[in-house]
């Protein structure tokens, strides 16, 4: 079956880059489109941005082009980086797949990795 | 950006009964409309696609309708384990925007 599965750093200082990545398993990264989303007590879920099947990505302009995604084929990984990070950015990071890039849900996600942005 | 407003905010329930959960769209998105369930703890799980469809495995007590700006999740004879965190999502366009959520209790 289809698995994702988040790992990285549970803490990051203000300032720094927070790094993740999502390997995933039961199927082929080389199809579909890979979504990384946070949930915080304070803006809800909030999606962050994909990577699809050619490479192609697309962030959310409300984080100000602090979002690089990027994927490893040969080891059915990919990852985020999020630069120049602040407390608001702490949360709880997914990576989850959606079939296409409109109409699909995310229809699977990983368990989620709490990241805590402190000095 | 696509706006997502769900009502109510939290919402009391008994097992055996029927609730009805919005979300409205701040302009149309056709049918492109996703609902989530989501447990303390855990990932959002989906249930819906674009607006009615039932993903594999999700009980037939679930059910989604609607187009346009206005939509509605509908589950019939609530179960124990249907107490939880419903969320909406539009994946008409980019940036891909949540409702703020609805909570289901148990009353």
């Known amino acids: 079956q289809v698995q994702l599965q988040e790992s990285g750093p549970g803490m990051v200082k203000p300032a720094e880059t927070l790094s993740l990545t999502c390997t995933v398993s039961g199927t082929s990264i080389s199809n579909y489109y890979w979504n990384w989303i946070r949930q915080s007590p304070g803006k809800g879920l909030e999606w962050i941005g994909y990577?699809?099947?050619?490479?192609?990505?697309n962030d959310n302009p409300s984080l100000k082009s602090r979002v690089a995604i990027s994927v490893d084929t040969s080891k059915n990984q990919f990852s985020l980086k999020l630069r120049s990070v602040t407390a608001a950015d702490t949360a709880v990071y997914y990576c989850?797949?959606?079939?296409?890039?409109?109409?699909?849900?995310?229809?699977?996600w990983g368990q989620g990795a709490l990241v805590t942005v402190s000095s | 950006d696509i706006q997502m407003t769900q009502s109510p905010t939290s919402l009391s329930a008994s097992v055996g009964d029927r609730v009805n959960i919005t979300c409205r769209a701040s302009q149309t998105i056709y049918t492109s409309l996703n609902w989530y369930q989501q447990k303390s703890g855990r990932a959002p799980k989906a249930l819906i696609y674009a607006a009615s469809n039932l993903l594999s495995g999700v009980p037939s007590r679930f059910s989604g309708s609607g187009s346009g700006t206005d939509f509605t999740l509908t589950i019939v004879s609530l179960q124990p384990e249907d107490f939880a965190t419903y969320y909406c999502q539009q994946s008409f366009s980019t940036p891909y925007t949540f409702g703020q959520g609805t909570k289901l209790e148990i009353k």
């Open positions: 989850a797949r959606a079939l296409a890039r409109y109409t699909q849900p995310f229809d699977h």
């Open positions: 990577i699809n099947y050619s490479g192609t990505t």
